[in-house]
């Protein structure tokens, strides 16, 4: 055993590791593990991978040497992303990313038509991939590989070269961790993870040949991690033995749902979705009201609802159109008959709120009482007195071409669209098929007790919680079956009979659950019919319970490519277990632990693993009989405040107990403000642990933007020892422990990074100051002038400020004198104010080719800029950049602002005014005009047009080039004034 430490301890390439798990989330549902069923906020794979390689990997004395080795292993350094290239570059990406030499060497224009020259051969066309690939940057480079997770190839020379630096004999991930542990811990390493969830961790862990212990308090997370454990390393054999089980499963549904004939209209077409509203009776005319916020079906074939008025039964027939002209499309997508939250009656034009309709009352005291019945068990419809009421109005058929068979067109293959196989229809339902709605409402009625009592159907009512209200309070749906309408019931009833009766091993069970899982978030009463796409949504699109008043139920035929699994497996040997326990009261001796718990994390996950529990009970507890089968809400970890810093603090000193000496744990979490921070690590520390490095993954999304930040992420990875030190201190005494730390921090990591491409930036720095003063602190037994308990029974929000938090922003203080841009005079930095310096360093940001929000929110924070909307010209994630001189022209000049009114606005008008002109007089005159005290001001003047100049050499950031042309002829201008 030793207690050398680890890579993660001293570096980590945030930047490439970043960009590839970007890469793995953007891949959406071809990722691994998602075609296993839902879970919310699963971990990048690559991103678990890249963090046990460097916990298990050593930090020796050649750091460089060790970056080197540790890219090599995860291919991602230049060798390793040429194996993975797997896409050619098309001839018009050739012709763009090279110079002028290479384009008249190899290629010829046509108009604007890139072509290839007569006579290039095939193997110089290879050659050119390889010589345009090799010049790339890393971004762009990605675009044409492979994600690593895929492929995990080294040669015999890499092998060579990895255990030459490591003093190591392995050839093979495998048998290279195996000799990891046993140097570091003396064995075969293990690894702990007890918030398991859908099994990002455990399930790398064990590909990568570590011995693994998984863990969740939810029973559907455990199923999700076994699963994930144990059918994605299948053989293809296996695999295909399962499929053939959930053909039959499928075949057999089939054949009783057609016995009965339930799909099929009297022209012998099939129904693929039925689109159902809810009906209300207006309270001003009486009459019956259809509830449609927008009246468009779908927009491809410009099908739409007509609403016409039935005088005799004083309610509206709704007829369906198709091919409808583009004004009545408009028309159609604007003209519901509910808006914001209001019924708008196309009869009496009256408008009533539908918290009105559901006689919502206020009692004496304002609390909000609901007008609604609750449903009871036996109501599988809504009553003759209920206030809503649900109509089947439009269905979609397709009628199938000739020469294909049913099968053919239900089981096609998964991007296929419906037309390539018959003409799709979209009509109003006939007598026919309001009688199939009737019988199959007796069907369910007749099956409805023995089905509960046979664990098909969910009897249990819906426990109340954040996310569980809603379909109690808008609708009164009490028990989780009428979140399901008797269609949903039906088929849904009839898929778990059938895996009951089929399935012989704990396999087919297992896989008979997940694919009925998939159905189940595709079934129900809660799924969008989505008119651009004609297609329904799943209930989970977002992570509530929203009921609708217009929704879309699947026919059996469409359910087949959610319930047939998607299972990407490759065999792989491993040593798992998975359990189902609180994180308080797992026993197992790990020597890593990675944990990512439900963390200043906003998912509901108890009360929404609920919608699938209520149905998977059975199948459950056959598959897994010591397993339980309810989501144990009472012991979730969630929320914040006084009771959960103490259930966190349960759970990390079980897991500090439960961890070899020289052990190491990484807690993941979603980097929020500097109070997060201070309570966890309080937490963490109180726990028994002490930091020792932290590093932030950037993981954002495109979707969000400047005003969602909350979808504007970053995994930080906490890296963390056993706290075994006795001493204690005064917080006085740390402070000058804290500026030494930082500083060395951020030297090494500054000697450390490519200048070429440059892998931290400086919210890395920022974030590596947090680290180093929470390092230091955690480093004692206790810090006299701290009252941890009373700090973590203060409410997040209190205003009383917190020792941790002033310490974690002293560190920061003092990185950011340590940060000036290296072109910069360090004396005139200190002369600027926050908001010109967060321009200047936003620049910096652009130069080094950073996008991302964020990293101006950092810059914001440490500078302590609130608002800096005004002075982004893009807000769009991952490509957020300033506005140039140009962009700016005189806009938000002088407004309020502190930017606005700063002398770096200043000069901008002048580089603008220059630019406009084409004359640096006019920029100079600008300037002379607004500053009394211009002439004092020249030197600093100067020094910012330098550094903006500079932006001018860089190739990337075309936008620049005008601007700081000008301001080197605007700089030559003022230093020669007055001579
Ligand atoms: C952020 S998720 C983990 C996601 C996981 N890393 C993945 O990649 O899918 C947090 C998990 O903690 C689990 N959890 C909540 N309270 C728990 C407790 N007291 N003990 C164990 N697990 C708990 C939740 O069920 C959820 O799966
Ligand atoms: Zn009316």
Aim: overall charge negative; some cysteine.
């Amino acid at each position: 055993m030793n207690d050398e430490k680890s890579f993660i301890e001293i570096q980590f390439p945030v930047s490439k590791v970043s960009k590839e798990s970007y890469k793995e989330r953007k891949a959406g549902s071809s990722q691994v593990l998602t075609g296993l069923g839902k879970w919310w906020g699963r971990k990048p794979l690559t991103l678990v991978r890249a963090t046990i390689l460097g916990l298990l990997l050593p930090a020796t004395s050649s750091p460089a040497k060790d970056r080197e080795i540790f890219l090599k292993l995860l291919m991602m350094d230049d060798v390793g992303l040429k194996a993975r290239k797997d896409k050619n570059i098309s001839i018009k990406e050739l012709y763009n990313f090279s110079n002028e030499e290479i384009r008249i060497k190899y290629f010829k224009l046509d108009g604007e038509t890139v072509k290839y020259k007569t006579g290039i051969s095939l193997s110089q066309k290879s050659e050119l991939q390889d010589l345009v690939f090799d010049n790339m940057s890393y971004d762009d480079k990605l675009r044409y590989c492979s994600r690593i997770e895929d492929y995990a190839k080294l040669t015999q020379e890499d092998w060579h070269e990895i255990n030459n630096h490591l003093n190591t004999g392995a050839d093979s991930f495998q048998s290279l961790i195996k000799e990891l542990g046993i140097k570091k811990f003396g064995n075969v390493p293990s690894i702990g993870d007890s918030f398991s969830g859908g099994g990002s961790i455990p399930f790398e862990a064990a590909r990568m040949g570590l011995e693994t212990f998984a863990s969740d308090l939810n029973p559907l997370a455990g199923l999700l991690t076994w699963s994930s454990l144990n059918i994605l390393n299948m053989t293809d054999k296996q695999v295909e033995e399962l499929k053939i089980f959930q053909e039959k499963v499928f075949d057999e549904v089939t054949k009783q749902i057609d016995l009965w004939g339930l799909e099929f209209n009297d022209r012998g077409w099939r129904a693929k979705y039925y689109l159902y509203c809810n009906e209300v009776v207006c309270p001003e005319c009486a009459c019956k009201v259809p509830l449609l916020s927008n009246r468009v079906i779908s927009h491809k074939q410009k099908v739409i609802s007509e609403l016409e008025f039935n005088e005799k039964l004083h309610n509206f027939n709704i007829k369906i159109s198709s091919n409808v002209s583009n004004d009545k499309l408009k028309e159609a997508a604007t003209s519901g008959t509910v808006k914001n939250n209001k019924l708008i009656c196309p009869n009496c034009f009256q408008e009533t709120s539908i918290a009105s309709l559901r006689k919502d009352k206020k009692d004496t005291d304002g609390t909000t009482l609901y007008g609604l019945r609750k449903w009871s068990n036996d109501d599988i419809v809504s009553g003759e007195t209920d206030v809503f009421h649900e109509r089947l109005y439009c269905i979609r058929y397709i009628e199938k071409n000739e020469e294909k068979s049913w099968e053919e067109v239900i089981k096609k293959p998964a991007p296929a669209t419906d037309s390539s196989f018959g003409k799709v229809h979209y009509s109003a339902p006939a007598e026919k098929e309001l009688e199939m709605e009737r019988k199959i409402l007796s069907l369910v009625e007749e099956k409805f007790f023995k089905w509960q009592e046979e664990g098909f159907l969910p009897n249990s009512m819906i426990e109340e919680g954040d996310k569980t209200d809603e379909p109690i309070r808008t609708r009164g749906w009490a028990y989780w079956h009428h979140l399901f309408n008797p269609r949903q019931l039906l088929i849904n009833g009839l898929f778990l009979e059938k895996i009951n009766e089929f399935a012989r091993t704990k396999e087919e069970k297992i896989i008979g659950l997940l694919g009925f899982n998939k159905c189940l978030d595709r079934m129900s009463r809660l799924t969008m019919w989505h008119s651009h796409r004609d297609e329904g949504e799943a209930t989970f699109s977002n992570q509530a319970l929203n009921p609708l008043f217009l929704y879309s139920s699947r026919s059996l035929s469409t359910l087949y490519n959610s319930w047939i699994l998607n299972i990407k497996n490759s065999p792989f040997k491993q040593d798992s277990s998975v359990v189902l326990d609180d994180a308080s009261n797992v026993k197992f001796k790990a020597d890593l632990w990675i944990t990512d718990p439900p963390y200043a994390d906003a998912v509901s996950y108890h009360e929404l693993s609920e919608y699938f529990l209520v149905w998977n009970k059975r199948i459950l507890k056959d598959a897994f009989p010591n397993w339980y089968s309810d989501s144990k809400r009472i012991m979730a970890v969630k929320g914040v405040g006084e009771t959960f810093n103490q259930r966190m603090i349960e759970v990390y000193k079980n897991l500090a107990n439960n961890m070899s000496e020289n052990g190491l744990q990484v807690v993941m979490f979603t980097h929020q403000d500097v109070r997060v921070w201070a309570e966890l690590s309080l937490i963490l520390w109180s726990a028994g642990l002490q930091v020792s490095a932290a590093w932030n993954i950037s993981t954002e999304t495109e979707s969000g933007g400047l005003k969602e930040g909350n979808y504007v992420k970053g995994t930080v990875l906490l890296v963390l020892r056993k706290q075994t030190s006795e001493e204690t201190a005064y917080l006085d005494e740390l402070y000058p422990d804290i500026e030494e730390e930082v500083k060395y921090q951020i030297n090494s990591m500054r000697n450390l990074d490519d200048k070429e491409e440059p892998n931290f930036s400086d919210a890395d720095y920022l974030l590596a100051a947090y680290a180093a003063s929470l390092k230091i602190l955690t480093s004692y037994k206790k810090i006299e002038d701290i009252d941890v308990q009373y700090e973590l029974s203060k409410p997040r929000t209190s205003n009383e400020e917190s020792p941790i938090v002033k310490i974690i922003q002293e560190a920061v203080k003092i990185a950011y004198d340590y940060l000036i841009p290296s072109e910069f005079d360090n004396f005139i930095w200190k002369t600027l104010s926050p908001e010109e310096r967060f321009y200047l360093k936003g620049l910096e940001l652009e130069k080094n080719n950073i996008y991302q929000l964020a990293a101006y929110q950092e810059l914001a924070r440490g500078f302590g800029v609130s608002d800096y909307k005004d002075v982004l010209q893009n807000t769009k994630a991952n490509n957020v950049r300033l506005r140039t001189a140009s962009e700016f022209a005189m806009k938000s000049l002088n407004d309020n602002s502190k930017f606005g009114s700063s002398l770096l606005r200043n000069i901008l008008v002048a580089l603008y005014l220059s630019v406009k002109e084409n004359d640096a007089a006019k920029g100079q005159a600008w300037l002379r005009k607004e500053y009394d005290d211009y002439w004092n001001l020249r030197t600093k003047i100067m020094e910012i047009l330098s550094y903006i100049e500079t932006l001018g050499r860089i190739e990337n950031i075309g936008n620049w080039s005008k601007d700081a042309h000008a301001a080197l002829l605007l700089k030559e201008r003022i230093d020669n004034d007055g001579v």
